[in-house]
């Protein structure tokens, strides 16, 4: 008879290479704080990470507290209005985002996913999170130095990063720079594991085209953000020396406050081209790994494989390319040959299609599917809506002639945060409630997650959609307050403004209840069982609940099939797990209807 | 699949990377996990010198001041004559030689030849020494002449800038392998390799393979040093 499923063999090749050195933990010290197991990391990277995004998003409730009644609150002024501005960015974009989906989401599902026992070199992996840990110590000193945290905004641009005037150009740009130089370092050792781990670990039976596509999100991720750090770091470097050591790399010949800055013949471009060669891939390294959540969420819970998984795995590869040359699309306003805006608009159009065909595909996997609304599908099809919409936009600010006008203004600022900041947050919430039982042995609680699906979701729309508007009427993104401008900002400005703040304390309020949740549900959550969702992936097939040291028991498993065989015609159940054989497949009865 | 090669006779060419890349477990046969790591950091490193001589060249282009010519500061008086390039024609051949002495190195370690790769290590780890001691030389000369980060006395303030920034960061590349060659001559001449004796940081098993890793990053620094003469001292 035919082998039930797609892609599925009954023939794993022979072992190849030697059991993976384990590192085994004898004391309190070596299991939970110098863990060298990438289970523990993730989960320390995890936390870490979302303690500093709350931090962040109080960041983001000052400012809205400022815009939505301006001069109510004597806490806020100017400069510290730009403190906040520029550390919610940057803790949002780099030290929230990056560092859960890859050091977290990383270290917890690859070794699960591809079959494998732990990273190939747990004691580096180890050491990057300790190395991540302490970048955000010092970036949390920041707060502490005199004149606080840089004001640059979280694009830091020279000059005006490095001159007079700028809140926290004494200490807050240095520690800034220190920071982000250990968080690459610390990244980098992590990044080398993610990548060779898939690449050299995978178990018997698993090829690259049998894995889920959450790891080839990951995958690409990982080396689009090895190869585009290191723009970053060489970046932070020269500023670092600009500030210290009286160089000129950034800094042209300039008249500050009446005085002539000790610099000469520097580029503030350079730094902007070097930025954005890292600030551009960054998005992708975002949302890559976002995409592939996304998918294999999509899958589980509408019963149905994903709809075309090589075109989803070629479009991945394809936007992590085309990522790396589209970064001049963030500097069409910063006074560049009109040829280069030309061509770097039609690379950024060109992204559009391998998006198109991701989004196309995962509204075709939910066409005819058995759709469940549980709690991670909710978030991963408000990922889709949010994602749609923030691409629209983008279609507007990637063309030359329209992005001019909207350049600086609210509408930037909705356009990224649809696509880059709630969108990617809605897969963290759908990952979370998807993996959360595998990770526990607990189910996180339903209405309270209903209530904090809606909140967030309609809450988001409320948040940024207006500022679509706001950027029309051309309010310019950044400032403090409109002072003398003000008449020529009309009053319904300051009706929607107080509107997305309210709509931003509500959203707020709801992560509140999803803390809570997260905390609560670790102790009093439903029993979860090993594979709540009818799973196919590995992860779900461990021996343990959480799984436990070197993840799978005495014997690794082996893989016969593809992860996405649900609802294959023929078969009892509607999903068969990856490491089932063609032969132990249980059919379903003469004559009864399929479920 | 069922079908597929044995493991062990893997097509040649063009087909054999295809089918390593569409195989299951190791997508590199028989590299273990150390050296595609440090290929996947040279990558990574590539990136890094890359942009450090992109932006070399970008903040050349853009400063309004004449360039300093390089035959002129980098000369050296010797006997009353001005040889230009002559300390850095050496330090250049020390570098490359060190490649050679590292290459023989990794060779006699296949070998099991514990004492000559032990040797050769340390003999690498030396020229990368008096390589790094010849670049403080260097420095100090350029020092003495008036070159500062932020200026100089021929012409761009970012000739200094660059170089320093730029010399160093790969001063620091060999130091760190220096560092790096002389534990692993500790290890070498213990015979941790041959007994697969854990490391004292990492915990893992001692294994030939890891000369042959620092030789991937020795290569690597000495790679970068061609690029960063030809950048700096003959453009």
Redesign the interface.
Known sequence: MAELGHDA?????????PEM?L?HSHSFWTTYVFSQDAKTIAIQYSVTAISVGLLAMVLSLMIRLQLGFPNNFSLIDPSNYLQYVTMHGMIMVVYLLTALFLGGFGNYFIPLMIGARDM??P??NMLSFWFYFVSVLVLMASFFVPGGPTGAGWTLYPPQLISEGTPGIHGGVLVMMISLGIFIAGF?MG???Y???I????????????MPLTIWGIFLATMLA??A???L??AA??VL?DHL?????FMPAMFSMGEQL?H????P??FQ??FW?FGHPEVYIVALPAFGVVSDILATHARRNIFGYRMMVWALVAIGGLSFVVWAHHMYVSGMNPYFGFLFATTTLIIAVPTAIKVYNWVLTLWHGNIRLELPMLFAIGFIFTFINGGMSGLFLGNVTVDVPLADTYFVVGHFHMVMAVAPVMTIYAAIYHWYPKITGRMLHEGMGKVHFWVTFLGTYALFYPMHYLGLAGVPRRYFAYGESSPFIGESVETLNAFITVAAIIVAAAQLLFIYNLIRSRKHGKEAGPNPWNATTLEWQTEHTPPTHGNFGKELPV?YRWPYDYSVPGAKYDFIPQNVPPEEVEMADEGAVRT | MAESASPGTPPPGFTGIISDWSSDQTTFKGAGWGKPMMWLFILSDIFIFGVFLLGYMSARLATPDPWPDAGEVFALTMFGVQIPLLLIAIMTFILISSSGTMALAVKYGYERNRKVCGRLILATAALGAVFVGMQAFEWTILIMDGVRPWGNPWGSAQFGATFFLITGFHGTHVTIGVIALLYMYRKVMRGDLDEGRPGAVTGRKGRWEMVEILGLYWHFVDLVWVFIFAFFYLW
């Open positions: 063999t009954s023939y794993a090749p022979p072992r190849e290479q050195e590192p190939a070199f004691w580096l980098t990044g080398l594991n990548i060779v781990t690449l050299q670990y995978r178990t018997r039976g698993m090829t690259l085209m049998r090895l190869l750090f290191p723009a770091l060489v470097l020269m020396l050591a009286g160089t000129s790399f000790p000469e013949g520097g580029s471009l350079l081209h070097l060669f893989v």
